[in-house]
């Protein structure tokens, strides 16, 4: 068999396709606020056996070949990408964080994975059939039912990030509490499962044989948290030292990371656990430059992991192998588990009502990780396929409630972002008048359109406003603004002036860009979150440069998302 | 056959190895000065049946099998690798760059590229068996010669840059003529190619097959390079400022560079000729964000593109395969052709003799490019593999003599860089003093002992220097320094001091990070480069801060290496 012309075609085609695709859905997730994992895994069911095979087979069989070179090739990809997709994610588990705040981590952590870990290992042990366990020995129904029980302890640490970013939660004391209880879950969680494979693989084998396996996972476990950190702590910079910039460390790390991987997947536990421990030892290493993390998360994180999660698809029938009951279960499990379970750590931690009641909804969220522990035991036998789909609804589902659930709790408002109040129907390329009072009514006219107020009344607010103080500020920036009680949404006029204008700036310098912002009497805060996000990023006087000469209104877009400058 | 837990294994470590090995050799390359590809060639001929194979055939075939799922993931890995490699290759094309110097572009760059592909074409023509032709037909023998031309024509642009930069001749008359000739010639090269190709492939269906074929590559580059940069020029922004930073943009450029590539694998011509013009279409644009273009260059770079050329080696026996003739054949019509061919076009264009002979040196240099060209026409069948060995060795050789015989030509030393001046030996961990005359007498003393100069008149003419005009910068920086007749090379000596001394700086800074800088009486250049090399390096406070705070050399080298601050 040889890789030939034909196969390049394939593989390109088939690459092409499954990250294109998984960042298109990837994007309409994040529109409507969902985590990007869901769109990246609805792209590969799009693609897969259970949409575009059942509808165009012949399509489905050319793209996506499930034998001969391509496929093989395919494979590998992805092995390689989910590998390293847990090397990045051990690399965000921040053992400072955890010893920080050991005492609650320890607590609520404790409780949110033992509580679901014991109903999950119990709903296998006893109703197995409810769970599709396909029936095997002894040996495997118990190795089947610790992974139940693994699979429900575990947390989504990258989605639950995003969601505390995203309501604001994120430095408040319910948030750290549910960063630190996640990591330490996580952290146990793989050791869990590493265990579980090390049973699964060592099963067969007999007692002794099992006692070397898990000796030999713990023993690794331990030695990459204590020996491995802190020689990768004195490797590092060794590395940065003696070899060429970025080229030696980035290939160090790679090598590194992928000889662990080699190590646990040779152990028969898999490479994901090695991959994982050895990020989590790199990670907070302070060696680690910023730079280095970034091209590392970027490739690794925006290209191999969609690509991952998009070709799961490809290999399961989702709509075929979707059973009610075992997803029912699971949903039970956890919600019966996680959510009491973390709110007691958190009382018992001295936390109040609502935050303890935040706790624990926040910890009930499942999410990338659960699919691909739920892959990995898929793929070793411990599974079977209607499980693995059950599990992925369970991951799917927690992620897309959390958000909604934790911010009914706290009710808290959503994080406003500028680039959210951007809009080409609210952007002035360039200003007519000259002089600044014009410049404002002019801004304030297509305010007035948008919002329905009379502009007279929002021209003069903001005049009352400048009056009282201008609002220049150094580099060529201004950001004329008013409280409006009428108003029901915060609302942003952008307008470019080549000339410049004069808002009396400290600099003596000439606005050329001026932000119009409009904010609703009462929400007092997001008149300063508006503000403060539009001095931080252009506190460069080069980026307002740059976006006063933007041809139009997509170029002006692009800058700020990017917060760069062209090169 | 499905891929196994084994078949991961297997690649994990392929992998592992490979990138392992690519990296550590091409460090040692570019510890003597050559090009890192040289190292990373070497690293798969080591791991291959040249080396490897030969001595322990167990291992070789262990660590990378020619058959089954792991063989046929790497070709597919290796494959994309090349094709990301050319995409990533092509963004260095400046097509302004061209266009500025176009006259001296076009006359050097065609000078350069039709003698040396005319000896080519001649000399595989009328003496194949001396370039191994395997035979064949004579629309066979047509495809070879034109292809050897074709190889001859190519200069290796980055080797080229790299030289440049290190003589410091980038920004020279005869330097820019030199790279905007070779991006002239890589631009017409690779069309050449593709146009062999469309040859190669349309060939055994006759005259209308092959018109077919070459007009659709020649229709492929021209919309690349008018319409698809011009469209691309228009979709980046509007990508960027759709889509979430800097997930979208790094997935549309990788779907889009693939698309095109499996554009051109279906034409028949390889996914190079369509990842490379993408390349260059995007490569210019002035929407491409510098960090992505750098997480592009490194991962793709620094891992995707050492893995690809170490994988090389394991296809071939080089040893077996390497034969004399050829060689010669090869170096004669590179030497004939391509150094009269520039010189002649540099003295068109008005140069200097000695300048003149300099582009004509330059412009003889082959590198990876070469490797990636001869190794896609070994697989297409249209040269033998003694003939690839062949190019191998005539792009490694010309490229480790450039840099030498241009040195000879224009008498240009080699760029001071601080990194090479820094050793474990001239730095001090905590200056002893708390005074400033007795500091410079510390550090002055170790450069005594290096230079085995009287530190008593080091001392003195610092202090000299010191007294005309003090050496504190802001920021907690100094930097004492003199000019020495006796001196033979440049030295530098480090000192950090927690407490400060007083340099008296502009800002009244105390100065905890010292260089002492000693030059010899004749290079006034020197002593200006490394001062400025300084000045910039740490003209962030956060920088001066980190590095006075560094425990030991290693971490203070690994810091100024890296010319960024811990996360």
């Known amino acids: 068999m040889k890789f030939t012309h034909e196969n390049g075609l394939e593989l390109l085609l088939a690459v092409a396709v499954l990250i294109g695709a998984a960042r298109l859905l990837g994007e309409l997730a994040r529109r409507c606020n969902k985590p990007p994992v869901l769109g990246e895994l609805v792209a590969g069911i799009l693609l897969g056996p259970s949409v575009l095979g059942h509808l165009v087979p012949q399509a489905e069989n050319f793209l996506f070949p499930t034998q001969g070179p391509t496929a093989m090739a395919l494979d590998g990809i992805r092995f390689l990408a989910v590998t390293l997709f847990l090397m990045v994610a051990g690399m965000e588990v921040d053992l400072p964080t955890i010893l920080r705040h050991r005492r609650t981590a320890l607590t609520v952590g404790l409780g949110a994975l033992l509580l679901p870990f014991s109903l999950g290992l119990g709903a296998a042990w006893f109703a197995p059939e409810w769970l599709c366990f396909a029936g095997g020995s002894e040996h495997q129904h118990l190795v089947f039912s610790l992974f139940v029980g693994t699979a429900l302890g575990i947390s989504a640490l990258p989605v639950l990030a995003k969601i505390l970013i995203d309501l604001k939660l994120f430095k408040t004391d319910p948030g750290m509490v549910i960063i630190a209880a996640a990591i330490f879950i996580d952290l146990v969680g793989w050791n869990l499962f590493g265990l579980v494979m090390s049973l699964h693989q060592g099963g067969e084998g007999g007692g002794k044989e099992i006692c070397i396996r898990l000796a030999s996972t713990l023993g690794f476990a331990v030695f990459m948290l204590t020996l491995g950190r802190a020689a990768l702590a004195r490797i590092l910079p060794w590395v ?310 933007c041809r139009g209104f997509t170029e002006f877009l692009a800058l700020v998302q990017s917060r760069e400058g062209t090169a």
């Open 240 to 549: 940065q030292a003696h070899s060429s910039w970025p080229a030696g460390i980035l290939g160090f790390i790679l090598t590194a990371g992928l000889c662990c991987a080699a190590f646990t997947q040779w152990l028969g536990i898999h490479s994901l656990f090695g991959a994982f421990l050895f990020g989590v030892a790199l990670g907070d290493s302070p060696h680690l430059r910023r730079s280095i993390r970034a091209t590392l998360e970027q490739f690794i994180g925006f290209i191999l992991t969609p690509l991952f999660f998009a070709s799961i698809g490809l290999k399961i029938d989702f709509l075929a192998d979707f059973s009610i009951v075992p997803v029912l279960v699971l949903v039970a499990c956890a919600c019966f588990g996680k959510i009491p379970g973390a709110w007691l750590g958190a009382r018992l931690c001295g936390m109040k009502g609502r935050e303890a009641l935040a706790v624990g909804v926040g910890m009930n969220t499942y999410g990338a990780m659960e699919i691909v522990l739920g892959l990995t035991a898929l793929q070793a036998g411990i599974i079977s396929q209607s499980l693995f789909v059950a599990i992925v609804v369970l991951a799917l589902g927690t992620s897309l409630c959390t958000s909604s659930l934790l911010q009914a709790v706290l009710h808290r408002p959503r994080a406003i972002h500028l680039v959210n109040q951007l809009s080409s129907t609210r952007f002035i390329r360039e200003i007519q008048s000259r002089d600044t009072s014009g410049a404002i009514a002019e801004l304030c006219q297509l305010a007035a359109e948008k919002s329905r107020l009379d502009p007279a009344a929002i021209t003069a607010a903001v005049m009352e406003r400048e009056a009282l103080m201008p609002t220049g500020l150094p580099g060529g920036l201004a950001v004329p603004h008013a409280r409006l009680d009428k108003l029901d949404a915060p609302l942003v006029v952008v307008g470019l002036s080549s000339q410049g204008l004069d808002f009396l700036s400290p600099d003596d310098s000439k606005s050329r860009l001026i932000f119009l912002i409009l904010t609703p009497g009462e929400q007092s805060q997001s008149q300063l979150e508006l503000l403060s996000e539009i001095a931080s990023r252009f506190q460069d006087p080069e980026m307002v440069r740059q976006a006063s000469e």
